[in-house]
């Protein structure tokens, strides 16, 4: 398995074998509550106009997205996951339409052979999916700020995957300390807060959904994010899971 580290948009574009992408504040993330929380399916898209079409066809759907961290106009929820939590999921469809993670997952698809993605979330499933897959190539794509510039959080998120492919150790206990300290926090706290403060621990909850999420196009074509069961634990100490 030969692991590729990748970012940003332009990244996500050069995306090969088996792509990974990861935008842990906040889309990846609000992809496993979604999920979890019993949505049905969701359909990412790359542009807010596509969303609203989308929710116009399909007006039981929840719209769910941002843009530039805000909740656009004639969405029904942000891009949160707490928000996201008022919602009755079960059986729904979520249309999700962000700035770096659903347009990562709409590029990758355009080179990558397939695609998941993750967050600190759904970490150890989704590490156990790879292993057990076993590509040629794993590209790791961490999505950054809007797609264009790079954040720590989906950095740290990309190199934990890594460490967990290749049996090296990680300690995640420093990594919410750490990143609460950083600039892609301010966004959840004190004067510069702009999207709820639960958001940052909801993002940073490791392993707290035991399932992947594969990127799949259904019988009309249209792009779907879809739950996955994870492969069993390997009854192994070096097991793909959580360090």
């Known amino acids: 398995m030969r692991i590729r580290m990748l970012e940003l948009l332009t990244g996500a574009a050069e995306a090969s074998g088996l792509a990974v992408v990861i935008d842990v504040f906040r889309a990846c993330t609000v992809a496993c509550h979604a999920l979890g929380g019993g949505a049905a399916r969701i359909l990412p898209v790359d542009s807010i106009e596509e969303a609203l079409a989308l929710k116009a066809a399909l007006p039981e759907a929840i719209l769910a997205g941002e843009r530039q961290c805000i909740k656009p106009a004639g969405f029904d929820c942000g891009n949160s996951p707490s928000e996201l939590a008022a919602f009755d999921l079960a059986g729904r469809t979520v249309i999700h339409a962000t700035s770096a993670g659903t347009r990562g997952i709409v590029a990758a698809m355009g080179s990558a052979d397939r695609v998941i993605t993750c967050s600190f979330a759904n970490m150890g499933a989704t590490a156990r999916a790879i292993a057990a897959a076993n590509p040629e190539v794993v590209s790791i794509v961490a999505m950054g700020k809007a797609g264009l510039a790079p954040a720590p959080e989906d950095k740290l998120c990309g190199m934990y995957l890594a460490n967990l492919l290749q049996d090296v150790p990680n300690a995640f206990a420093a990594i919410p300390k750490f990143l609460r300290g950083t600039a892609s926090a301010e966004i ?56």
Do not use: S
């Open 188 to 243: 959840f706290f004190g004067d510069t807060a702009i999207v709820p403060e639960a958001d940052f621990d909801l993002c940073l909850t490791l392993d707290a959904f035991d399932f992947f999420i594969e990127a799949v196009r259904d019988d009309n074509g249209r792009l779907t994010l879809t739950r996955r069961d994870a492969p069993p634990v390997p009854d192994k100490p070096d097991m793909p899971a959580q360090a």
